[in-house]
């Protein structure tokens, strides 16, 4: 695609709920990252990929956090047992080497 | 652990002024990002440096990178109410020579004042 496609772009769940999040990278883009931003905050690393392989998952803040990227493409970002201190922005980018591209992000609310 | 401070993170401008945004980071990395964010929208990339001494300008914006201070500088001349948003400086995590993650800073909140 012409760009990062994250979704949904707008959840609400509720508190004790598992939700997967979904990131669609720029074709051919050999990184994926998720980073998670709370309002007025810059963005925090979560994890990352390259192709398949997470290289990187030291950003997730526990063990209700976990992504994948089966195919070296689309990412799935799961948070299991949601809790409102989840609540945030979370937000992928891709990059095809260098650079990095971000999407729009979802907005994740626990109620 | 890689550590990204900018200061100020709030910034009240009038236009026609000049002013500067300073971002230190705490260990090695060539690499540095400037991204600015609009209330509710995604970051937009504004300039990438990639060695010692970079500087590049774009508009009334122009950054620079000084690697042996690990500090980089965004620069705003003559600001104008359309530059108001928030700029995050990023340095990047190297992984043995590929590209790792970027770490942020808080970010500057910018807000120019007729």
């Known amino acids: 695609g012409a760009g990062v496609s994250q979704s949904p772009r707008y959840k609400v769940t509720k508190r004790g709920q598992d939700v997967a999040l979904r990131c669609d990278p720029i074709s051919g883009h050999v990184s994926l990252y998720w980073y998670r931003q709370a309002l007025g905050q810059g963005p925090e690393f979560l994890t990352y990929f390259n192709y398949e392989a997470q290289q990187d998952k030291s950003g997730l803040p526990n063990d209700r956090f976990s992504a994948e990227r089966p195919e070296g493409s689309i990412s799935t970002l799961t948070i299991q047992r949601t809790e409102q201190r989840d609540s945030a922005m979370y937000r992928c980018a891709s990059s095809p080497v260098y650079g990095y591209t971000f999407g729009s992000g979802t907005r994740l609310t626990v109620v | 652990e890689l550590k990204v401070e900018q200061n100020p993170l709030f910034l009240s401008m009038q236009e026609g002024k000049n002013y500067t945004i300073y971002c230190n980071y705490s260990?090695?990395?060539?690499?540095l990002y400037w991204y600015r964010q609009d209330p509710g929208k995604s970051l937009e990339s504004l300039f990438v440096?990639?060695?010692?001494?970079a500087v590049k300008q774009e508009g009334r914006l122009m950054a620079s990178l000084d690697t042996k201070a690990r500090l980089s500088t965004l620069h705003i001349t003559a600001a104008v109410h359309d530059l108001s948003a928030t700029y995050f400086c990023a340095v990047v995590l190297d992984y043995g020579g590929s590209q790792g993650n970027l770490i942020f800073g808080k970010g500057t909140k910018l807000s120019v004042k007729p």
């Open positions: 440096l990639l060695s010692n001494g």
């Open positions: 260990t090695t990395s060539d690499r």
